[in-house]
């Protein structure tokens, strides 16, 4: 077995993880000892990340819907088609007529060549995010109240924090470890 170090994309916070890969399978999950975010703790939801990477019923082939049901296609088919869906869209409506939903759960990289493949491929400003559904409400008033819709001090300033005040929000629920932390 080797660890593979790695960050837990579950909630956001950046906690260290470290996937435990046996025979190209991830089998399980560790914290990563002396990790600046979660300082080799782990919350429930990242022990549990572990088990989302290969689940045993996790779709592995592409499936295309023909009739009313689905049938197992090859990765050539389904592509072509995704393409040509894609592209027959564009032709008939223009790129306001495509768009890209990324995810949190995604990398970085991933979330980066995901909006890039919007804006430079496609041609469409059409590119959202599940985070805008969560957090915009919060995105929108720090944007408002302190002119930026990031977090403003570090996780590390809670340690030297005298008083933190909270209001409509459950951390310890949505963002364990900082809650923790807290």
């Not at 002396?34 to 990242?46: D, F, M, T």
């Not at 403003?152 to 933190?164: C, G, P, Q, Y």
């Amino acid at each position: 077995m080797q660890v593979v170090p790695s960050v837990c994309t579950f909630c956001g916070v950046g906690c260290g993880l470290g996937l435990r890969v046996e025979g190209g399978r991830v089998i399980g999950v560790e914290p990563q000892a002396g990790h600046p975010v979660s300082q080799g703790q782990l919350c429930a939801k990242g022990w549990a990340s572990g088990f989302a990477v290969d689940p045993g019923d996790r779709l592995r082939k592409p499936l295309i819907k023909a009739h009313g049901r689905f049938r197992e296609a090859s990765w050539d088919e389904a592509l072509t088609l995704v393409a040509g869906e894609m592209r027959a869209a564009l032709e008939t409506a223009g790129p306001a007529a495509v768009g890209v939903i990324s995810c949190a759960h995604a990398t970085n990289e991933d979330n980066y060549a995901a909006q890039k493949f919007a804006r430079a491929v496609l041609g469409t400003a059409n590119i959202d995010h599940c985070a805008r559904i969560c957090h915009s409400p919060s995105v929108a008033g720090l944007s408002r109240t302190l002119g930026s819709g990031a977090m403003t001090n570090s996780i590390a300033d809670i340690d030297e924090a005298e008083l933190i005040l909270v209001i409509g929000a459950d951390v310890t629920e949505n963002h364990a470890m900082i809650g923790a932390r807290m």
